[in-house]
Each structure stands twice: as structure tokens, then as C-alpha cells.
């Protein structure tokens, strides 16, 4: 314990927050970038965007459920599920999947998908596979190669350490409000405080939210205890009173012929009123013991909750009109979560979000930057005696390149992947995933080689040059581009592309604030003050 209180909170900030704000970073960064997960997933499908996006306000769902259910007993009539997506504002195409049964030891098995466009008979089957926005939804909190549920406790602690950094920033933050007026330019230590402030405070509410949220979406599984004594440890009967819509049942072995699912339409339209069909899965498909899901498309309800109307699927008797018991705490759990997610958000509200995100990504890479300087800083003289820096700085300046840098690179690599890798190529969709990686582990190279202030100008160019010339790769490998997009008012491509440019810009603007600080002003100085000021300048940042 510190000599006070503030001190005390001072420590704590500072360790709680160093110790696990690389992990941060990577999910803040994929979490903030899965607010557009359906645009990116879109614009890494270019088979699509010309012949897919098109208005679809008007489609006949009758004739769409019957074409849907004709292809998939055909393509796939020993599948787990069959699933029809109708399309929405953010996935504007209908799409035909499955799950095929899982193999021996696998929980679940593969999902197949194929587009449909809504005019004409052929399907597109031809679309590239790749992961596009989701591989980011999951690295958010699953992270990659590696058991998903110790990933989640990862995170899961990460987020509990952010939650504490975040409440004791407030604590020691005598001058919050005077702070985040104040920003001096060129000063150091001083400068970058003043950043971790104001990126800190301009978005303290959607920092607080998100991290106690994102705690709140895994809490049966960091608290599983209250359910385990309720229900002695029975989790599938917890979910089955908690959301009796949403419980799968079981194959008998038994073949029947599955109800023609237009016919079901009329009860559903009738329950639904004026809301619109979002998805329906039909599971264990030609099953007497199959079962037929219409899950209605909840556009902008801040309660998202995802209930079901279920029929019998071989004698298409109602079992379950989408009621399900009122829970105050089940509507709260559901409006955490769908604040956490953002997916009834509005377009201008989801661009604060995504802006809010990318704030919280400033405010952990300031706040880890400001130690490294600050550490640098009483290190110098040693330094300039001929002695090593320490290896925590020398450590966290490589985590720094290898992870401010690193993920827009990778990001950049994992988008160039998705066009350039061959269409045909085996495993295609994980090599993408890999090439991402790939692309991080070479700038952790690059920061245990050299980790110099031209390392980062170079790194920063390369990068930025990489995000600017995204619109001119979508010419180039795709059927459509920026100017087309535009006048086709394709917006999710056209925002794609300029997100992209905008963010390259982002990255060689820094590169030139890194330039700039080879001039600092040196006048009235002492001849050892400015070979002071000059030695500091080829190190770090």
C-alpha cells in the first residue's frame, strides 16, 4: 500500500491497466470493427455486388419458403438444420444454409451456405469463402487458436482488470472536466497524458458501458453458481424455463416428409402483425421429430431478445406462439446485451459507436505509450552512459509497435488476402484468417529487431499505403468500384472503401507527427541539453 490514497489508486491504474492492455486492444479494436461485421462480410463477397444488392422491400416470402425448401431437400437432406435468411438493412441478400451432422467428438457440424438472389432461378454457388466480418465478431471474444472457453476467460479477466483501470482513472482524476479541455502540443510526457484524457473522458459513458456489459453477456459462465444450486447443475433445464422457444429437440430416426412451409405462413403473419420474417430454421429435417423456428426480424428494439415460433414440423401443429415468461431480469440481461452489441442501432448511432470504440482504442495505446515514454524519460541518463534500456521498457515498447501498428496491418493483410488468395483454394477461409496472423507475428518481428522511431515511420507508411489502396484492389478483383458504388448508392461498399482510405490517412498523418519531432526547437539550450534532446529523438517514440 502507497503512502495516500491517490497514490495508492495511481499504482493501481497504472499496473492494472499495463498488464493485460495489449489483450485490450485486440478486442476493443475487433469488437469496435464488428459493428460493421455484415458490411465487411459483404464486401469480402464481390460475387455479390452486382448481382445480389438490389431493393427487396417487395419480395414474395410464400414463393421464396417454397423455392428455399425445394433447393435444401435437395442439396441437403441429411442436414442437422436447414436455415433461411431473409434479407435485412445491413445483409441485403436471401441465403439458403445448413449444418450438416456433426462428427464424432465435434459439438457441431459444418455450416454451408448459399446465396439466392430474389429474381430468377439460379443460385449463386460460386461465392469465395471467407470469414469476412465474423472472423472479427469471434476474435472479439473467442480470440483464435485456442479452446473458446478459455479464450472467454481471458477475456473475461482482461475486462474485469479494465473495469478496475477505469474507476480508479476516475478516482485520481482530480481535474476531469478542466483536463479534457487541455491538450499541449509537443511536450512530451505531457502530451500524451493529455491524449489518454481526453480520449479517456470524451467517451468515459460507452467505456463504462461497454466493459461492464461485455462482463454481463459470459456471466453464467464466470457465475455459473446461482444456477447450479437452483437447478442442481441442470443448465439445459435453466434454459429450457428461461426460453422455452429456443429449446431444440431431438431426432427419433424415424423418416416423415416435412410440412410444406408456406402453409405455415398464415399463423405466422398472424403472431407476428406487422413485423417481418428475419430467419427460419427448420430442425432435423425429414424427421417425424422435426421441428419448424420463425424468428421475426426486431429492427431497431433495444430488447433484443430472440424468441421463436415453433410448429411441429411434420404436422405443422402451433407448439409455441413466440410467448415466453415475463422476467424483468431476463429484459434487463437482454437490453445490456443489445447495448453491448449495437445491433438496434441506427445508422448515425452505430457510427458513434464504432467512433466511441475507436476511442477506447486511443485511450489504451496512449495510456500504454505515456509509461514507455515516462520510463524512457528516467532511464535516459543511463542510457546515454552506454547502458542497455531495461527489459520491461524494451519489452513494452515491442508490445507497442507490435500491436498499435500491428492490427491495422493485419487487418490490411487479412482484406488483400481475401481478394488475392485463389477462390479455389483448400481451406481458403482459415488462410485468411492465418495470413492475419501471419501479418501481426511479422511486425513482432519488426519490434524485436528494431524498435526505433523510423521503425514506426516505416511501419505506419506501409500500413496507411496498404488501407488507401483498398477502393483500388476492389476495382481491380471485383466487379464493381468507389465511383460505381456511388452512384449506384451501394452504401455499405461505398462506406467500406472510404472507412479504409480514411483510416490509411489516420496512420500517415501520425507517421508525419513522428517526423515533425526530429525539429525540436533547441533554442536556448545548453550544448549537453540539446545532444540530450537529440538522443531522445532516435529512441521510441
Known amino acids: ?150 479464450a472467454r476467460w481471458i477475456v473475461g479477466f482482461c475486462t474485469m482488470f479494465m473495469l478496475v483501470a477505469l474507476i480508479s482513472g476516475i478516482v485520481i482524476h482530480k481535474r476531469i472536466f478542466k483536463d479534457f479541455f487541455s491538450f499541449r502540443r509537443n511536450k512530451g510526457s505531457r502530451s500524451w497524458l493529455d491524449a489518454h484524457n481526453v480520449s479517456s473522458v470524451l467517451a468515459l459513458p460507452y467505456h463504462l458501458m461497454i466493459t461492464y456489459t461485455g462482463l454481463i453477456t459470459l456471466m453464467m459462465m464466470y457465475m455459473p453458481w446461482g444456477v447450479m444450486t437452483a437447478y442442481d447443475g441442470d443448465f439445459k433445464s435453466f434454459r429450457k424455463e428461461l426460453s422455452p422457444s429456443r429449446v431444440q429437440v431431438q431426432p427419433v430416426g424415424i423418416e416423415a416428409q416435412t410440412v410444406a412451409l408456406s402453409l405455415l405462413l398464415p399463423d405466422v403473419e398472424r403472431i407476428f402483425k406487422d413485423s417481418t420474417i428475419k430467419q427460419v430454421v427448420i430442425n432435423n429435417p425429414s424427421d417425424k421429430n422435426s421441428q419448424v423456428n420463425f424468428y421475426r426480424d426486431t429492427g431497431e428494439t433495444v430488447t433484443d431478445r430472440r424468441t421463436a415460433v415453433v410448429f411441429n414440423g411434420t404436422t405443422g401443429e402451433l407448439t ?126 519488426l519490434a524485436c529487431i528494431n524498435r526505433s522511431r523510423n521503425a514506426w515511420r516505416t511501419a505506419l507508411a506501409v500500413t496507411g499505403s496498404l488501407l488507401i489502396a483498398i477502393p483500388v484492389l476492389n476495382a481491380f478483383t471485383s466487379n464493381s468500384h468507389l465511383f460505381g458504388n456511388i452512384a449506384m448508392q451501394q452504401w455499405p461498399l461505398v462506406g467500406f472503401d472510404l472507412m479504409a482510405v480514411i483510416m490509411g490517412f489516420a496512420l500517415f498523418f501520425a507517421r508525419v507527427k513522428l517526423v515533425s519531432k526530429n525539429t525540436v526547437i533547441t533554442k536556448n539550450v545548453t550544448p549537453k541539453r540539446r545532444a540530450h534532446n537529440e538522443s531522445a529523438v532516435k529512441e521510441g517514440v
Not at 469488437?31 to 448481382?51: D, V
Not at 438444420?81 to 449444418?99: A, V
Not at 437490453?335 to 482504442?361: D, K, Q, V
Open 320 to 445: 409455441n406462439p413466440g410467448i415466453e415468461p415475463d422476467s424483468g431480469a431476463q429484459d434487463t440481461y437482454d437490453t445490456l446485451i443489445a447495448l453491448h452489441t449495437g445491433r438496434f442501432a441506427e445508422p448515425l448511432l452505430r457510427a458513434l459507436f464504432f467512433i466511441s470504440g475507436f476511442l477506447g482504442c486511443a485511450m489504451i495505446t496512449t495510456g500504454t505509450l505515456l509509461w514507455a515514454v515516462k520510463i524512457r524519460q528516467k532511464q535516459q541518463k543511463q542510457i546515454q552512459q552506454g547502458a542497455k534500456a531495461s527489459f520491461g521498457l524494451r519489452l513494452v515498447e515491442g508490445l507497442n509497435l507490435t500491436f498499435i501498428v500491428g492490427l491495422p496491418f493485419a487487418t490490411a493483410a487479412f482484406f488483400y488476402a481475401n481478394r488475392l488468395l485463389p477462390t479455389e483454394m483448400l481451406n481458403r477461409a482459415q488462410w485468411e484468417v492465418n495470413c492475419f496472423f501471419i501479418a501481426l507475428a511479422a511486425m513482432g518481428l
Open 1 to 150: 500500500m502507497k503512502d495516500s490514497f491517490f497514490r495508492s489508486m495511481t499504482w493501481l491504474h497504472t499496473w492494472v491497466g499495463l498488464l493485460v492492455c495489449w489483450v485490450l486492444l485486440l478486442v476493443f479494436f475487433a469488437g469496435t470493427l464488428s459493428y460493421y461485421r455484415y458490411e465487411m462480410t459483404l464486401w469480402s463477397k464481390p460475387e455479390l455486388h452486382k448481382n445480389v444488392i438490389q431493393q427487396y422491400e417487395n419480395i414474395n416470402v410464400a414463393s421464396e419458403l417454397t423455392r428455399a425448401q425445394n433447393y435444401l431437400s435437395a442439396q441437403a437432406p441429411d442436414a442437422r438444420d436447414w436455415r433461411i435468411n431473409f434479407p435485412t438493412d445491413r445483409k441485403p441478400y436471401m441465403s439458403y444454409g445448413w449444418q450438416t451432422q456433426p462428427e464424432e467428438g465435434q459439438r457441431r457440424g459444418k455450416f454451408e451456405e448459399h446465396i439466392a438472389p430474389i429474381e430468377g432461378d439460379t443460385l449463386i454457388t460460386n461465392v469465395r469463402e471467407s470469414k469476412g466480418g465474423h472472423f472479427f465478431y469471434r476474435l472479439h471474444f473467442d480470440l483464435h487458436y485456442m479452446p473458446a472457453k478459455i
